[in-house]
């Protein structure tokens, strides 16, 4: 079956980097647009960012471009988050997702994702 297993989360102070990666198995992960998303305690959950399945463009939200970004290794099956600049505000759980897009471009809404990882926690103190 398809799995996607986040790893990289934790603790780090404002102004930090984390790198999460996200590692698929269980489809063809080349043919899939890839997103990262996030929650924060109370919040809904909100696209960070995404990458293309065939040309590996990227997308972020507002909040975090020029301070993410987004990679993925079709030979490995991983996409990777980089954060830098981490502020308080990053403070989330922070998902994985694969989107079989029509148009191999990630989609914002997570309606559109197929498959989801179980989350990784950031927590960025002030």
């Known amino acids: 079956q398809v799995q996607l297993v986040e790893s990289g989360g934790g603790l780090v102070e404002s102004g930090g980097s984390l790198r999460l990666s996200c590692a698929a198995s269980?489809?063809?992960?080349?043919?899939?647009?890839m997103g990262w998303f996030r929650q924060a305690p109370g919040k809904e959950r909100e696209f960070v960012g995404g990458i293309s399945a065939r040309t590996s463009a990227t997308y972020y939200a507002d909040s975090v471009k020029g301070r993410f970004t987004i990679s993925r290794d079709n030979v490995k099956n991983t996409v990777n988050l980089q954060m830098n600049s981490l502020k308080p505000e990053d403070t989330a759980d922070y998902y994985c997702?694969?989107?079989?897009?029509?148009?191999?471009?990630?989609?914002?809404?997570?309606?559109?994702?197929?498959?989801w990882g179980q989350g990784t926690q950031v927590t960025v103190s002030s």
């Open positions: 997702a694969a989107d079989l897009s029509r148009t191999g471009v990630p989609h914002r809404s997570e309606r559109n994702y197929d498959y």
């Open positions: 269980g489809l063809t992960f080349s043919r899939y647009a």
